[in-house]
């Protein structure tokens, strides 16, 4: 496809259990980023990878979440021990570098139950 | 963490109604965006700003960069349906980085026909 994609769109889950929420980037995109947009408020940074390094995770709330990119292309966010405040729309974005136009994904929704 | 704040909250408009909305924040930003998400959508970037008290226009939508570098504005002229949704403004956290882009907490547009 042409733009940034993402699955699931929408993800249930019972508090504690673990997840996997999957991003697809432009392709040739070096740069992909994700943000979390809870209701009512704009998205906010956790974590961005430059090729397949993870270049700034300091967004990230807490060791349960984590990211990889393992061939510079797909990534995974991955949130262990699921809370009900991890209910939120996961945002995937990437770019041709650091300095461009960030292109979105339309979110994964999770929902914590 | 930084805050943009944004303004208003929400606004209600006829069909053909000018609008404008407003970011501000503590902090100089060097780059201010303006986006625009439309409901199970991911943000779409409208107009991008680099310069202070730059106007830049994109068809109907125009927006500035505030010569404080603390603020920005968009106008949208002659409002039609489609305008519908969250208008985002937001720019590369200062000091994080251009990758690390904070985000305003939206003006919510609705248009009636």
């Known amino acids: 496809g042409a733009g940034v994609s993402q699955t699931p769109s929408n993800k249930v889950t019972e508090k504690g259990k673990y997840v996997e929420l999957r991003c697809d980037p432009i392709?040739?995109?070096?740069?992909l980023y994700w943000y979390r947009q809870s209701l009512g408020q704009g998205p906010e940074f956790l974590i961005y990878?430059?090729?397949?390094?993870?270049?700034?995770d300091s967004g990230l709330p807490n060791d349960r979440f984590f990211a990889v990119r393992p061939e510079g292309s797909v990534s995974t966010l991955k949130i262990q021990r699921t809370e009900r405040g991890d209910s939120a729309v996961y945002l995937c974005a990437s770019s041709w570098g650091i300095y461009n136009e960030q292109f979105f994904g339309p979110g994964t929704r999770l929902t914590v139950l | 963490g930084q805050q943009l704040n944004q303004s208003p909250q929400s606004m209600f408009i006829q069909e053909g109604e000018d609008v404008s909305m407003n970011c501000t924040s503590s902090s100089i930003f060097n780059t201010w965006l303006w986006y625009k998400q439309d409901p199970g959508e991911g943000p779409v970037l409208l107009i991008a700003?680099?310069?202070?008290?730059e106007l830049t226009s994109n068809g109907r939508l125009t927006a500035q960069f505030g010569i404080t570098r603390k603020d920005s504005f968009l106008n949208i002229s002659a409002s039609i349906p489609s305008d519908v949704g969250i208008y985002f403004c937001?720019?590369?956290?200062?000091?994080?980085?251009?990758?690390?882009?904070?985000f305003g907490k939206g003006t919510k547009l609705t248009v009636n026909p």
């Open positions: 937001a720019g590369p956290s200062p000091g994080g980085g251009s990758e690390k882009l904070v």
């Open positions: 392709s040739g995109h070096t740069a």
């Open positions: 990878f430059q090729g397949t390094g993870a270049a700034d």
């Open positions: 700003l680099y310069k202070a008290g």
